[in-house]
């Protein structure tokens, strides 16, 4: 029984041990990637955004706002924070993180969709959380209610890696080789350089039109939102980025979607921009499906949008 009890321990000390310093050189190596959402996440903790520009959403804020020109025009630095794949759900914890580690910013432009104020069920880009999410509650609370990770995993180390093999192997490949993983955003933006593709025509095969349904948590989450920011006096300017004219219809209840968004534009007296039928959506030579911006169309869109912010009263 002795010798049992001591080749258990021999075994399960070293186990724990090995457990731990593996989540520490995973860990510890994430967080020093730029590839990515990772670089974004590292600059939220580790207190780099410094900027009076936030720009929030989705891919579409990733892709269509280019940081650079928003600096240059509004004379303040400007940091992308859209989060691929993701609604309203998880800007928000990205915001609350943002906050509790970094300075306010004056202004935040917050990209809109119709599928802002949807959730999803799964947890897309599930890898993106790995570093953090250990013993973070506020992550675990925001997360925990998508499928992707199990209790244990914000708990116990190196569990939440198990399956991740792609990010592992990401891992050891920038080490090899620094810069081989590529992904980068400039301050958060990901330009595109990519022609046209078939996604609407495809999708048009598949749908007539389909309804997009409002998430009630997300709805009641976004106004909360509005309420914090006006009490810490940080402007919120909703944007609805251009999208192609031809895809508009996809979406059936569209309207219903935007006059949300302009009920809390009123509510909280906001500067509301709707770029649908702006020339920029009737060009599809500026896209490269119907909902996303190439390069050379954000660099048309984010000079537009500067401009109509200066217009309107600049950065307050």
Same mark, same amino acid.
């Given at each position: 029984?002795?010798?049992?009890?001591?080749?258990? !321990?021999?075994?399960?000390?070293?186990?724990?041990?090995?457990?731990?310093?593996?989540?520490?050189?995973?860990?510890?190596?994430?967080?020093?990637?730029?590839?990515?959402? %990772?670089?974004?996440?590292?600059?939220?903790?580790? /207190?780099?955004?410094?900027?009076?520009?936030?720009?929030? /959403?989705?891919?579409?804020?990733?892709?269509?706002?280019?940081?650079?020109?928003?600096?240059?025009?509004?004379?303040?630095?400007?940091?992308?924070?859209?989060?691929?794949?993701?609604?309203?759900?998880?800007?928000?914890?990205?915001?609350?993180?943002?906050?509790?580690?970094?300075?306010?910013?004056?202004?935040?432009?917050?990209?809109?969709?119709?599928?802002?104020?949807?959730?999803?069920?799964?947890?897309?880009?599930?890898?993106?959380?790995?570093?953090?999410?250990?013993?973070?509650?506020?992550?675990?609370?925001?997360?925990?209610?998508?499928?992707?990770?199990?209790?244990?995993?914000?708990?116990?180390?190196?569990?939440?890696?198990?399956?991740?093999?792609?990010?592992?192997?990401? !891992? %050891?490949?920038?080490?090899?080789?620094?810069?081989?993983?590529?992904?980068?955003?400039?301050?958060?933006?990901?330009?595109?350089?990519?022609?046209?593709?078939?996604?609407?025509?495809?999708?048009f095969q598949k749908f007539d039109n389909f309804r997009v349904d409002f998430d009630t948590a997300s709805v009641v989450l976004f106004d909360r939102f509005l309420q914090e920011c006006k009490d810490k006096n940080i402007e919120v300017v909703l944007v609805y980025t251009p999208e192609f004219i031809e895809g508009?219809?996809?979406?059936?209840?569209?309207?219903? !979607?935007?006059?949300?968004?302009?009920?809390?534009?009123?509510?909280?007296?906001?500067?509301? %921009?709707?770029?649908?039928?702006?020339? !920029?959506?009737?060009?599809?030579?500026?896209?490269?499906n119907a909902s996303h911006l190439n390069r050379e169309g954000a660099t048309e869109f984010t000079k537009k949008l500067s401009s109509d912010i200066i217009r309107t009263? /600049?950065?307050?």
């Amino acid at each position: 029984m002795k010798k049992l009890l001591r080749n258990s !321990i021999l075994f399960i000390i070293p186990a724990i041990a090995f457990m731990y310093l593996a989540d520490y050189f995973f860990t510890n190596q994430l967080r020093k990637a730029r590839y990515d959402e %990772f670089g974004i996440w590292n600059d939220i903790f580790d /207190g780099k955004i410094d900027s009076d520009v936030a720009v929030y /959403g989705s891919s579409r804020a990733m892709v269509h706002m280019d940081t650079e020109i928003l600096r240059d025009s509004l004379g303040a630095n400007a940091y992308n924070m859209g989060v691929n794949g993701h609604n309203f759900w998880i800007t928000y914890l990205r915001h609350l993180e943002y906050l509790k580690y970094n300075r306010q910013p004056r202004m935040i432009i917050q990209s809109i969709d119709v599928f802002t104020l949807t959730k999803r069920p799964d947890l897309f880009n599930p890898d993106q959380f790995l570093p953090y999410m250990r013993g973070n509650d506020l992550m675990k609370d925001f997360i925990s209610s998508y499928k992707g990770f199990g209790k244990y995993d914000y708990y116990l180390p190196l569990i939440r890696y198990t399956g991740q093999y792609k990010t592992i192997l990401d !891992i %050891f490949k920038n080490m090899v080789k620094p810069g081989s993983v590529r992904g980068e955003r400039i301050r958060g933006y990901s330009p595109q350089d990519q022609a046209w593709n078939d996604d609407m025509d495809v999708a048009f095969q598949k749908f007539d039109n389909f309804r997009v349904d409002f998430d009630t948590a997300s709805v009641v989450l976004f106004d909360r939102f509005l309420q914090e920011c006006k009490d810490k006096n940080i402007e919120v300017v909703l944007v609805y980025t251009p999208e192609f004219i031809e895809g508009q219809d996809f979406v059936k209840n569209r309207t219903e !979607i935007l006059n949300k968004f302009k009920e809390f534009a009123e509510k909280y007296n906001l500067r509301y %921009f709707d770029y649908s039928d702006d020339p !920029i959506s009737h060009n599809r030579e500026y896209f490269y499906n119907a909902s996303h911006l190439n390069r050379e169309g954000a660099t048309e869109f984010t000079k537009k949008l500067s401009s109509d912010i200066i217009r309107t009263g /600049g950065l307050n």
